[in-house]
């Protein structure tokens, strides 16, 4: 099955450093989606990158898909502590499909 | 703008009893999607539907069952539950027709303890 695998798992960093997160994912997709999650609570939704999109922006957040090598980064820049938090990648194939989830990166932002 | 609603937001449930989750999808969204999230892990896709049919069907025990009603809305039934049960439950929904683009927004889960 598709499945999003990110990387790292954990990722600690100083307030107004970027923050990378990567995901990777094993067959072909139509969307990747990127999530937020705050400890016990929702899901946020961030961006959805198409497939046939190579990088998209919005705001601070910066993602890029590289269908050949079947991945995505996110790229969070100038970081805030506000942005610690758990953030998953999610695909979904051809058609009306479930998301299929990542495992997560856990991202905790310094003051 | 409305956003998808889950009832209830916190649930305490014995072994062995049953429990009841809703989910109201955004005003003329015809599809809904339920997910498990386990403490510490990734949400997992359990059921979803689409125009009041069963569209694809995930990791769901056999002692959970949902439908999806004519006004769209979707409950997630379960059954003897079990410690393992206890996660966040995650609700979903999109519009079906816009199948190439199948951006699904998610309710605010409902927390499930089961003891």
């Known amino acids: 099955s598709q499945q999003g695998e990110e990387d790292p798992q954990a990722l600690s960093i100083q307030e107004g450093e970027n923050a990378t997160m990567n995901c990777s994912y094993k067959t072909s997709i139509n969307n990747l989606q990127w999530y937020r999650q705050n400890s016990g609570r929702g899901l946020v939704h961030l961006i959805l990158?198409?497939?046939?999109?190579r990088e998209k922006h919005s705001g601070r957040l910066r993602v890029t898909l590289d269908t050949s090598k079947k991945s995505s980064s996110l790229l969070i820049t100038a970081s805030r502590a506000a942005d610690t938090a758990s953030y998953f990648c999610a695909t979904d194939g051809m058609g009306n499909t479930p998301l299929v989830f990542g495992k997560g990166t856990r991202l905790s932002v310094i003051a | 703008a409305a956003g998808v609603i889950q009832s209830p937001r916190h649930l305490i449930k014995e072994k062995r009893e049953t429990a009841t989750l809703k989910c109201y999808p955004i005003?003329?969204?015809?599809?809904v999607y339920w997910y498990q999230q386990g403490p510490g892990q990734d949400p997992q896709f359990l059921i979803s539907?689409?125009?009041?049919?069963?569209?694809d069907k995930g990791s769901i025990p056999d002692r959970f069952s949902a439908q999806q009603f004519s006004d769209y809305h979707s409950e997630l039934n379960m059954s003897s539950l079990e410690l393992g049960d206890s996660a966040l439950y995650f609700c979903?929904?999109?519009?079906?027709?816009?199948?190439?683009?199948?951006?699904?927004?998610f309710g605010p889960g409902t927390r499930l303890t089961v003891l």
């Open positions: 539907f689409y125009e009041k049919m069963q569209s």
């Open positions: 979903a929904s999109s519009l079906g027709d816009r199948v190439a683009y199948n951006e699904q927004f």
């Open positions: 005003p003329r969204h015809d599809t």
């Open positions: 990158i198409r497939s046939n999109e």
